[in-house]
Structure formats: structure tokens, C-alpha cells
């Protein structure tokens, strides 16, 4: 039996009877539509081991997918705005306060300031550049006999201990811990050195500014407090006719011209500029040596502990899975707090905490970031 309704208005829809059973008959759109969102719907709950962070990564996909486009598009307007940003206060330090350090100090603090000065500059400067251009190591994308713990389910290759993927960048990284927007660029194996140094370093001169132009900004701020107050007060108004005939104004006060009238100000536009660009060094100095000093203090920590900002919650998943087994999860890539530094930093002697970590160096981290030494194997301390 079949029914089919005729007309020009239902002609896409009819209503068939087949083996038992009544069905719809939509437009190939509808049901493609259709099946897909219940396709989309069921992959909530595909197996047994989904779970509430499965679910909410599924649903906030597009949120991720819209932030990471956004940061990879915002990249090169975040590193002009450091290379803007630190320009300025280095033109400030320049035109402002090194005329008042060769003026006012005496020689030996001179010499202090320029040395110390520049060679900050120096190293803040050739770090950035280095974690901005160096890439943070890939993994072979062809058949390699490089050994695997994990497969990469986007980039469809193997993945290397510690490896993992970033979804602004769409590939996998080598001993990836985060994307930087300010560096528009990842920090992996091969480029974590020089993006610590440069928070190390832009912190220390950021201090160094805030500490020595403490002085020069509470003088700066009263002296801005006094233009405004000179501003906001009204002009004299000269005292004519009947002052002239009881003497209260001398007769030099004809026309206008008394001695009376408020005399014109004693501060130029050059004096503003340049008390408000001290105020301008001094709060944007302070601000960043706050917060990028947090930064800095984290990655420090982590370091202490080899680890990076990934395996920092990777760890504490996995310690928390095995403290219900009564079991003590060991981190296998520290080595001590003392060793993670000299591998960290690169230092193999005693002479390379000079040549490699307190001048420009652009030697190569331990290892190709593809294998790494397990804790078992590192209980001794590493010679230097």
C-alpha cells in the first residue's frame, strides 16, 4: 500500500508504507542535516570511557578553535608592541636620564649605571631575538628510527617523550611547555633557554629603572601637580580709573600693564614632556617587573623541578591517580634541583656560567629532544 497526497505544496513530503512500517520521505538536505547532528550527538557518548572533560572539550572545540586563530593572527602585532614598548623606555633612558646621571652622580656610580645599563640592554635584546626566530624543534614528520611513546592524532605521526601538539602553531612541538603571544612563537626544546633569559633578564631591568627612577618620579608627579594647579588658576585682572585716584595702583598701570596681573608661566611644553615621560617609564616599568617577575618565579620553579607548564599538570593528574593506589608517582625526568639547571642552562664547566649564562650565548640545549635520560640512570651529580 502506498499513499502518496498529490499537490504542488506537498509534493516534497510523502508518507510511504513499506514491509510494516510508515516512514517520512524528506529532501536529501533535511536528512543529511539530520544524520549528521545525530552522528555529532552519539560521539558524546561513544564508549565507556568518555567522560565530563570529554564532553566539555567537545563542546567548547569551537571556543578553543577561535582563540588559538586569534592569538596566531595577533602574533606579530604582540612582538611590535614589546619591540615598541621597550624602545620607548630605552629613547626615555637615553634622552632623559642619562643627561641627569652625567650631571648629577659622581664618577664610580657613572660607570655603574653604564655598564650595568648597556649590558642589560644587551641581553634582553639578543634573548628575545633568539626565542623570537630559533624553532622550538619538531619531530620527524617521515620514517625515522626515532623511538615514540604516543601518536599524534591531528598531525597523524609519531610523537617523541615530551612532545606534544599546539593548536596555534597545528603542529607537534619537541618538549613543548606553552605558545607565547608575545614571542609569537612556541617555547620548546631548542628555544626554552633563551625565552627564560629574556624574562630573566627585562625583569632585572625593569627593576633596575623602577628602583632607580624612584626619585626622579616623586619629583616628576608634584611637579605635574603644580603645572595643573598653575593652570587652574584664573588670570589677574588689572585695576583702572577710580585705583588710579586713591593710589592704590601706580601710574605705571595705565594701559593694562599693572604689576598686579598674574605673571606668565614659568613651565614650558618641554618641561611637561619630560616630567611625563619619566611618570610613563616609571608606572610601565613597575607594572611589568610585577607581573612578568611572577613569570619568571614560575618557570624558575618549574625548572627546579624539570619540569614544563604541560607536564606541571600532566604530573599532578598522574600523582593523583596513583596516591589512590597508595603509590608514589616520581617525576623520571628530574634529576635534582642542582642538575636541572646545568642542564637547563647548558653548563658543562665552570667557566660557561660565565661565557653561557651571563654573556650572549647561542649554543645548543643537551640532547636532539627526541630521547632523554630516565631517573634510574641519574642519581649521581652531574660534573661541573
Known sequence: MRVCPGGPVVRCVR???????????????????WAYTHLLARSLCYNTLTNWDTVNDTLFE????????????????????????????????YMVLLPLVLHTYAPWWIVWHLCYGHWNLLMIAFHYYKATRTPPGHPPT????????????????????????????????????????WLNNCVGHFNHRYFFSFCVFLTLGCVYCSISGRNLFIDAYNAIERFKALEAEPAG??????????????????????????????????DKL??????????????????????????????????????????KKE?????????????PFHYGCFNNWKLFLGVEKRS??????????GHAPNGDGFTWDFYPHRKEPLPV
Open 15 to 33: 508518507v510511504c508504507c513499506g514491509r510494516g512500517r510508515w516512514r517520512v520521505c524528506v529532501p536529501k538536505c533535511v536528512r543529511s542535516t
Open 62 to 93: 569551537p571556543v578553543f578553535w577561535t582563540a588559538d586563530r586569534l592569538t596566531r593572527l595577533f602574533g606579530q602585532v604582540f612582538v611590535c608592541l614589546v619591540v615598541v614598548l621597550t624602545s620607548s623606555i630605552v629613547l626615555i633612558a
Open 142 to 181: 617521515k620514517k625515522s628510527e626515532v623511538p615514540f611513546v604516543s601518536f599524534c592524532k591531528k598531525c597523524v605521526t609519531p610523537k617523541p617523550a615530551r612532545t606534544h601538539h599546539c593548536g596555534i602553531c597545528n603542529t607537534c612541538i619537541l618538549k613543548m611547555d606553552h605558545h607565547c603571544p
Open 237 to 270: 585682572v588689572p585695576v583702572k580709573g577710580v585705583g588710579l585716584l586713591i593710589g592704590i595702583v601706580p601710574p605705571e598701570a595705565v594701559n593694562g600693564q599693572s604689576s598686579f596681573q598674574t605673571p606668565p608661566p614659568t613651565f614650558t611644553l618641554k
Open 274 to 315: 619630560l616630567n611625563k615621560s619619566i611618570i610613563y617609564m616609571w608606572v610601565l616599568t613597575s607594572t611589568v617587573a610585577v607581573a612578568l617577575g611572577g613569570l619568571t618565579l614560575w618557570h624558575a620553579m618549574l625548572i627546579s623541578r624539570g619540569e614544563t607548564s604541560i607536564e606541571r599538570h600532566l604530573n
Open 319 to 331: 600523582r593523583t591517580r596513583l596516591a589512590k593506589r597508595n603509590r608514589v608517582y616520581r617525576n
Open 352 to 361: 660557561h656560567w660565565i661565557t653561557r649564562v651571563l654573556l650572549p650565548s
